[in-house]
């Protein structure tokens, strides 16, 4: 089971992955994690991908691949992994199909977590982190005892710049440009599967399970 996670930022897909991972003894195969294990394990890849991080610049479709396919080439990814975070374009999906065609592989499911932008605005807006132990609260879903102190250690939370609405609102444009696509190409592949992500947490993995068990 090769499956590819899709949803804005703030959608939850990074949660749903998890517990797909967990359910079906699959490897959650985030694009983050695996440049910092190549490049904490000094791996020729890990390496090749620095050069372009410490200047500042975004690591080239091709070398991305390369890492993401040693990854899944791995004993653990036999029976399957989700991806998480890869691909983000048309033309990153394009070069992942054709490298894993030459593998004599292909993606099995592509689910899209669809959650409205107003929600996913109100949902990070109310987020908040403590700037001492890094714990994450939510004014609505995660209210902590005393409001605006960190239930672990007592320190003051913080909304992050990355929560605030004007950002999120930045970063839900540039998915709607560059990733929103993606749910065409794979609509016509005949992979998508979409879930309603404004439900609780639970109930969307439920629905996640009924597509992949039908």
Request: glycine share 8%.
């Amino acid at each position: 089971m090769k499956i590819i996670m899709l949803g804005a930022p703030g959608a939850g897909k990074g949660t749903q992955a998890k517990m797909i991972a967990d359910k079906y003894s699959i490897p959650h195969v985030s694009t983050g994690d695996i440049f910092r294990a190549n490049i904490k394990n000094g791996t020729a890849l890990g390496m090749e991908a620095k050069k372009y991080m410490d200047q500042g610049q975004l690591v080239p479709d091709e070398l991305t691949v390369k890492i993401l396919l040693d990854r899944v080439a791995q004993e653990d990814c036999k029976n399957g992994y989700v991806l998480d975070g890869f691909p983000r374009t048309i033309p990153q999906a394009e070069v992942l199909d054709k490298a894993l065609t030459e593998l004599g592989d292909s993606i099995d499911y592509a689910i899209n977590v669809d959650v409205p932008d107003e929600n996913i605005i109100n949902r990070m807006s109310g987020r908040r982190a403590c700037v001492a132990c890094g714990a994450t609260y939510h004014i609505v879903h995660i209210p902590t005892k005393v409001e605006g102190i960190c239930d672990r250690c007592g320190a003051e939370l913080i909304l992050r710049d990355d929560d605030k609405p004007e950002t999120v609102k930045k970063r839900l444009d540039v998915y709607h440009t560059q990733t929103q696509p993606l749910i065409d190409y794979y609509t016509a592949k005949g992979v998508l599967r979409e879930v309603d992500g404004t439900k609780d947490m639970k109930d969307v993995f439920a629905d996640i399970v009924k597509l992949l068990e039908q």
